[in-house]
T-cell receptor, first 110, second 113 residues
Framework: QKEVEQDPGPLSVPEGAIVSLNCTYSNSAFQYFMWYRQYSRKGPELLMYTYSSGNKEDGRFTAQVDKSSKYISLFIRDSQPSDSATYLCAMKGNTGKLIFGQGTTLQVKP | DTAVSQTPKYLVTQMGNDKSIKCEQNLGHDTMYWYKQDSKKFLKIMFSYNNKELIINETVPNRFSPKSPDKAHLNLHINSLELGDSAVYFC????????????FGSGTRLTVV
């Protein structure tokens, strides 16, 4: 069993839809949580980050962490075609190793 | 002005060959990483160096040997390439003072034929 599980999709939504991306994890030592966005043929770019449990909002993006359920989410409101990319959750504890989920491929259709 | 640059971007080679991938960062970061991304987009850490010292060495075949000549450079040498080595290899760097600040390069797409 992988430490971090993420549904690879693909996920296809119409422009303007609300997108929900999720990851579950098994290591209770994880306390730093991140979402990366990766466009085709590019490296991952940090999109959102949170520490421990709670919500964080940045424009159209909201990241949520529920440590009791070992579950993290990324919500995208008013999705745009430019949001089409692969979204990877990532997390780490105190070991310094950043562990990634498999990535969810999102396509937003105009 | 590229922050983390990798060369080459594409590499096609035959089984059994030896090849190297180079990475340079101009961010002044302390730690550099090699990640491997397979065809299913799964990104997995291979190695990490902090100021030229190896600090993370995952379960990777001995055919893979990283080398950090200085804090700004991290290279990856692969001996006796196998078909299963085909993947995209990403270099990344991070400042020790930043928990979240990983900067990735654009990747090296390695195809072994």
């Amino acid at each position: 069993q992988k430490e971090v599980e993420q549904d690879p999709g693909p996920l296809s939504v119409p422009e303007g839809a609300i997108v929900s991306l999720n990851c579950t994890y098994s290591n209770s030592a994880f306390q730093y949580f991140m979402w990366y966005r990766q466009y085709s043929r590019k490296g991952p770019e940090l999109l959102m980050y949170t520490y421990s449990s709670g919500n964080k909002e940045d424009g159209r993006f909201t990241a949520q962490v529920d440590k009791s359920s070992k579950y993290i989410s990324l919500f995208i409101r008013d999705s745009q075609p430019s949001d089409s990319a692969t979204y990877l959750c990532a997390m780490k504890g105190n070991t310094g190793k950043l562990i990634f989920g498999q990535g969810t491929t999102l396509q937003v259709k105009p | 002005d590229t922050a983390v640059s990798q060369t080459p971007k594409y590499l096609v080679t035959q089984m059994g060959n030896d090849k190297s991938i180079k990475c340079e960062q101009n961010l002044g970061h302390d730690t550099m990483y090699w990640y491997k991304q397979d065809s299913k987009k799964f990104l997995k850490i291979m190695f990490s160096y902090n100021n030229k010292e190896l600090i993370i060495n995952e379960t990777v075949p001995n055919r893979f040997s990283p080398k950090s000549p200085d804090k700004a450079h991290l290279n990856l040498h692969i001996n006796s390439l196998e078909l299963g080595d085909s993947a995209v290899y990403f270099c990344a760097s991070r400042n020790d003072g930043s928990v979240y600040g990983y900067t990735f390069g654009s990747g090296t797409r390695l195809t072994v034929v």
